[in-house]
């Protein structure tokens, strides 16, 4: 049975509606943990790790230059290792937050590929995306930037756990 004449046109009933409006619920659910887990962890606080954006199999999290960072103190440098917390917490969220997902998950593998040093006073801002979904493990792609962002800093690929919904 079909709710309205527009419903009637697009083929779409109640339920299909009622699905749909769950769906949406469930995957703010899931972004609303993966936001309030991500920004529970120790290390990403103490990195300053911010948030941007997250949504289904995505996500934008950020870390603004901080001297308490510096890898090399004759260049200013950011410290690679914070670079890899960074990119590891970003790929996690965007598994989190995968529609497949049924909750956490921990790195298998991570390879990160260096591509330049970031610049000194720049936000470093990565960019994850959970790509492929099977029944044990999520596959993500990920890439940071600092303003030029013609010119990664670093991408990196990895292998997530994925919960068992049993």
């Known amino acids: 049975m079909f709710s309205t004449p ?30 309030q887990f991500i920004e ?10 911010k948030v941007e954006s997250i949504s289904d199999g995505s996500a934008e999290i950020s870390m603004p230059y901080d001297e308490k960072l510096i890898g090399d103190p004759d260049t200013g440098v950011i410290h690679g290792g914070a670079v890899s917390a960074l990119m590891d917490t970003c790929c996690g969220a965007a598994v989190m937050c995968h529609a497949s997902a049924p909750g956490g998950t921990a790195t298998i593998d991570l390879r990160i590929d260096y591509m330049r040093a970031a610049t000194p006073g720049q936000t470093i801002l990565t960019r994850a995306t959970c790509h492929h979904m099977t029944r044990n493990v999520a596959f993500v792609r990920a890439v940071a930037m600092d303003d030029d962002q013609d010119n990664p800093v670093a991408t990196a690929v990895g292998a997530f756990t994925v919960e068992s919904k049993f």
């Open 40 to 49: 529970a962890i120790p290390h990403a606080r103490e990195l300053g790790m």
């Open 6 to 35: 527009l419903g009637l046109l697009l083929g779409q009933t109640m339920a299909d509606k009622e699905e749909n409006k769950m769906a949406d619920r469930l995957m703010a659910n899931k972004s609303d943990l993966a936001r």
